[in-house]
């Protein structure tokens, strides 16, 4: 078993809802991320599924400094951030970088591809222009440019080298993990995969730890080792790739699995759909938050909110495997 | 017989290439306001030249040619190409002076009005909250000023000229730089870009500096360029009714002031300097409307 190199624990985030004419009162919290505790092995990939308002990207903000902490903490390589000196602070910023969903908001309309992919290497100081114009080079190559493109601006790239771009940005400064929110969902479907196995050979190459929050199902499936399910800013399961499909517990799970389409017209299709809509954050049920929409619904789900199982984890009061 | 052929085969060849020339000529004439480009050159070179350019001395008095029309109409003379005024000064001469003083002042002015402006509103949308409730409130004040009136009260009390009017267009023309780039500093600033610029650990400065400033100076350079236009028109209609650069210095306005005591006698000394005045407005706007569409990077793209 490999070491756990990034964990977050009882992560919390509420986001103050504020009103009034004059002077702004909170009025109430959307629960964006309430309590979600997961840990990544070194080299290893996390999926984080969910569908929109689950608050997969609130995650990424907050792993990634963006949005402060409203509880619980993060721990890299068994340390919180809290107790981190400058020292550590400074390396856990390096060591962490993004891609994100849309590459024509992600890259500065008005900075050359060498700007943009060397722009890490900028702020950390210490490079020269000739070690960063050497680096750019040889990131380009990595993710599949030509070394022309590096003088080029963002507008003169497609969405799937636009993405390339972001992915060698990412890769700059060397870091040890890379948060993917979303990294194909803006792309056609045939850069999808270019792009995933793009990230698999980086990911090998370079022994990076991944964090992949995606809506659909089938990429995560392609390349995570474990996966964690969210609803309604709760992890509702977590478990191997490979046992979480092939042993669904958790209803919710269920029904986001039964949604993905088969490519066959010959399989006959058991859907299991979810009745009604996805409570407010702002005021989830009691008890499990599932518990309006599921299928096993009892008495207990309405008062007592299930805990996390060992093992395949998941947050349900029943067995239902 | 052979050397004659070839003769004659590249004369055609040349007259093709001219033919051809002529063609892009007129695609490029057509492609941007090449017309209103020159006339705004022509007018910046003026402004840069008079003392080269002028034919006489703006401010000499010739009291026996007083009220001599323009060279082509009965009358005239060939030494005062566009007439004379009612003191027998140099028509031409003195529009091509009045060009500095209306470049001056749009120059100089909305250097200051566009710096102040654009600083106000970076601020004002990076950082938000108390500090944009304040910039945002000035501004809204400042838009809400009577501006020629302010103007009228300001001169009234501080000594007339070319600075006075400088002055005035700084104070007054910030705003609206403000209220733009504020806009496109919010929309810019949720961008992703910005945010992993963050993740990069990017100084406040280096992201304000280097991710957002870059990104309005489109809108800017037009805002720029349409203002150009208005402030030349206002430092003549302030010099017109008095309050602007003082005679003798010659201005598009005061000419334009001048003359209208004698548009039934004399109607060349309104109408050139308004026809300079008309053909430079409408050029900076002109500018300005295609400098929207070529700076817009998806038409760019195309």
């Keep these: 078993m490999s070491d756990v190199v990034l964990a977050v624990n009882k992560l919390t985030k509420y986001f103050p809802v504020r009103a009034g004419l004059v002077f702004d ?74 891609v994100f969903q849309d590459p024509y908001s992600s890259l500065n309309p008005r900075m050359r591809a060498c700007d943009i992919i060397s722009e890490p290497m900028t702020t950390a100081g210490g490079f020269t222009k000739v070690d960063k114009e050497d680096r750019v080079k040889e990131l380009l190559e990595v993710v599949g440019l030509l070394p022309e493109s590096a003088s080029m601006y963002p507008h003169e790239f497609s969405g799937g080298q636009r993405q390339r771009v972001a992915v060698a940005r990412a890769l700059s400064v060397n870091p040890k993990i890379i948060i993917l929110d979303e990294p194909v969902s803006a792309l056609d479907v045939s850069f999808q995969a270019q792009i995933l196995n793009l990230l698999g050979d980086i990911q090998e190459r370079f022994g990076l730890t991944y964090l992949i929050i995606s809506h659909d199902l089938a990429v995560v499936e392609n390349i995570s080792d474990t996966i964690g399910v969210m609803y309604l800013g709760k992890l509702v399961e977590s478990a191997p790739a490979a ?79 | ?34 017309i209103p480009a020159l006339i705004i050159i022509t007018v910046i070179l003026c402004a840069i030249f008079a003392p080269y350019l002028a034919p006489h001395d ?61 600083i106000l509103g970076l601020t004002s949308g990076f950082f938000g909250g108390i500090t944009d409730m304040f910039i945002m409130r000035i501004v809204d004040v400042m838009m809400s000023l009577p501006v020629l009136f302010l103007a009228l009260a300001f001169a009234s009390v501080i000594p007339s000229g070319m600075y006075i009017i400088i002055l005035i267009v700084a104070f007054f023309g910030w705003s609206h730089y403000t209220r733009i780039t504020r806009g496109e500093v919010l929309s810019l600033k949720e961008r992703d870009f910005v945010a992993l610029a963050r993740v990069a650990q990017a100084s406040q400065k280096r992201i304000m500096l280097k991710h957002i400033l870059p990104n309005p100076t489109n809108t800017l350079t037009v ?20 309050f602007g650069v003082q005679p003798p210095t010659p201005s598009w306005g005061n000419i334009l002031s001048e003359g209208q005591n004698y548009l039934t006698t004399a109607w060349w000394i309104a109408t050139f300097p308004g026809l300079a005045l008309m053909a430079m407005v409408f050029s900076c706007n002109f500018i300005g409307d295609w400098l929207r569409d070529a700076l817009d990077p998806k038409l760019r793209q195309l």
């Design chain 1, 25 to 98: 009162r909170t009025k109430g919290y959307v629960k964006a991320v309430d309590g979600v505790t997961f840990e990544i092995n070194d080299g290893q990939t996390f999926g984080l599924v969910g569908e929109s308002g689950c608050g997969k990207t609130t995650i990424a903000k907050l792993l990634l400094l963006l949005e402060p902490l409203t509880d619980g903490s993060i721990l890299f390589k068994g340390k919180t951030l809290a107790e981190m000196n400058n020292e550590e602070m400074r390396e856990y910023k390096f060591s962490i970088q993004a």
């Design chain 1, 243 to 321: 046992s979480l499909y092939s042993e669904v517990q958790h209803p919710y799970t269920r029904a986001l699995l039964s949604a993905v389409p088969i490519p066959d017209p010959d399989v006959e299709v058991t859907q299991e759909v979810l009745g009604g809509e996805v409570p407010s954050p702002l005021n989830p049920p009691k008890g499990c938050r599932c518990h309006p929409r599921c299928s096993l619904k009892q008495v207990i789900c309405a008062e007592q909110e299930p805990e996390f199982r060992a093992g395949h984890r998941v947050a349900c009061h029943f067995d239902t495997n």
């Design chain 2, 1 to 34: 017989m052979t050397a004659m052929s070839s003769n004659t085969n590249e004369t055609s060849l040349s007259a093709g290439t001219q033919t051809r020339k002529a063609h892009q000529l007129l695609t490029f004439i057509r492609r941007g306001p090449t």
């Design chain 2, 58 to 118: 703006p401010q000499k008095i010739d009291p026996k040619a007083r009220l001599t029309p323009p060279a082509w109409s009965e009358g005239g003379s060939g030494k005062y190409l566009l007439g004379t005024d009612s003191t027998g000064r140099d028509l031409l001469s003195r529009i091509i002076y009045g060009a500095r003083v209306s470049l001056i002042v749009a120059v100089i002015g909305i250097s200051i009005s566009a710096t102040l402006g654009t």
């Design chain 2, 223 to 242: 805002l720029v360029t349409l203002d150009v236009g208005g402030v030349i028109m206002f430092e003549a209609a302030f010099s017109f009714i008095g």
